[in-house]
């Protein structure tokens, strides 16, 4: 009925032409699904959908706006090579996109060709996923176009037990015909590496960890390898974030699952075969540690609008809490001490609650737009939403219950924060359409 009114409408001088009547129809579309399924109605939407004049219109209705996040929330054991599916939480945005009426633990990845998989880390609206039956096979998907690629086997098969892997993604400078139209990106004009990380205990001279790192770089379509070594210490088992092209990853010690700081990998100077391509970040001077550092549970690294964050959450004897939150200053020109202390952390929250219901209570997320929100668990089962701002703490979600008895470890829930931009990251066809190989 719209277009045929639109059809009927004449075009005179003075008058809001056809096209522009269109554009302010159109731009108020909820979701990419709809403008997809509008561009099918006849090849002059079609054409208008995909114009410049509409991608800028869109762009200005939308500025300021906080994009569609969504938060899965998975059970890692150590050593498991699968994460099975507790949670999925959308915000608002996010259930309008996906034309759901509320959040579930319904699976969210059921289009991929591997039945059984593990989630590694996200990075905007993409997924790092594995699978591992004689060895380790990796793929990328976007869980909201229904995309996926396979990355190519490593030349020596990896059959190790995995401790997690990061993908970061950098944009590549696109044609000026592209540039001019402001088309989306596809996944193969970014430069993406991939870095998976395991590690072996030696006893040699006293114990020692060997860290193994092999990269994928998508612009040579190589793995490449490296090892070092730690002692009495490694990479913890939670998910690393990426931020500014580094791979940010908690460590500690190998006894006690604690952490005491942070290595920042950049994987361009990995790949470059630069010695300098790792660095060790110390925590902020206000996050309090015992003799062996801070319980991994009670820290958490996340991301925010971009920059990297640091929680502490300590229960105090009244049945309350302390929550400190840090924000570090990644960009590039961050000075650092001798000691490899950044001067760069700030302090942003500083919260204590007196008295609340439950001693069992955890940061397990932040919030990826909104920097006043986090996510916290309650009970081992209820997932809280805490405005820091608004003072308002609010139960948006709750585990299975199956899950949450006494074997069930707070420490093995991993979450991965998805951010859908205005325009998905699409995965090229022919090759998400590819066989598995694994």
Not at 246 to 263: A, H, K, M, P, S
């Amino acid at each position: 009925e719209i277009y045929m009114a639109m059809r009927r409408r004449k075009s005179k001088r003075g008058f809001i032409s056809d096209d522009d009547l269109a554009v302010e129809i159109l731009i108020r579309l909820p979701d990419c699904k709809s403008e997809v399924n509008c561009s099918l109605v006849c090849k002059r939407w079609f054409s208008i959908i995909n114009s410049v004049h509409f991608r800028n219109k869109k762009l200005q209705r939308h500025h300021g706006a906080s994009p569609p996040c969504t938060i899965l929330f998975r059970s890692h054991g150590f050593g498991r090579s699968i994460s099975l599916p507790l949670y999925h939480y959308f915000t608002e945005e996010s259930k309008i996109l996906h034309r759901i009426g509320s959040s579930s633990s319904s699976s969210y990845l059921d289009f991929l060709p591997w039945d059984l998989v593990r989630i590694h880390s996200s990075f905007n609206d993409l997924l790092l996923l594995s699978r591992k039956l004689r060895q380790y096979c990796f793929m990328i998907c976007n869980p909201f176009t229904k995309q996926w690629i396979e990355l190519p086997l490593p030349h020596i098969p990896l059959t190790a037990n995995v401790r997690g892997a990061g993908l970061v993604c950098y944009p590549i400078k696109p044609p000026p015909q592209q540039q001019q139209q402001q088309l989306p990106l596809k996944l193969n004009q970014y430069s993406f590496k991939v870095m998976v990380v395991w590690d072996r205990i030696t006893y040699t001279g006293g114990m020692k960890i060997e860290i193994h790192l092999k990269t994928y770089c998508s612009e040579t379509g190589k793995w490449s390898e490296e090892i070092f070594s730690l002692r009495d210490r490694m990479l913890n088992a939670n998910t690393p974030v990426a931020c500014n092209g580094l791979l940010y990853w908690l460590v500690g010690d190998i006894n006690i699952e604690t952490v005491d700081g942070i290595f920042a990998f950049n994987l361009s100077k990995f790949t470059n075969q630069d010695p300098n391509y790792i660095r060790f970040i110390n925590f902020p001077s206000g996050l309090l540690q015992e003799k062996e550092g801070s319980f991994d549970i009670k820290v958490r690294l996340g991301l925010v609008r971009g920059r990297l964050r640091l929680s502490q959450l300590l229960i105090t004897k009244r049945n309350g809490f302390v929550l400190k939150v840090w924000e570090l200053n990644c960009d590039n020109n961050a000075s650092y001490d001798d000691d490899g202390s950044s001067k760069r952390w700030t302090l942003v929250h500083d919260v204590r609650v007196k008295k609340w219901i439950d001693k069992r209570q955890f940061v397990i997320a932040f919030h990826p737009e909104n920097g006043n929100v986090l996510y916290l668990l309650f009970n081992r089962l209820h997932i809280y939403q805490y405005d820091i701002g608004e003072e308002i703490m609010e139960k948006v979600g709750q585990l299975p219950d199956n899950v949450g008895g006494e074997g069930f470890c707070v420490g093995d829930i991993r979450t991965y924060a998805l951010v859908h931009p205005l325009w998905p990251t699409p995965i090229p066809a022919s090759q998400s359409a590819s066989a598995s190989k694994c």
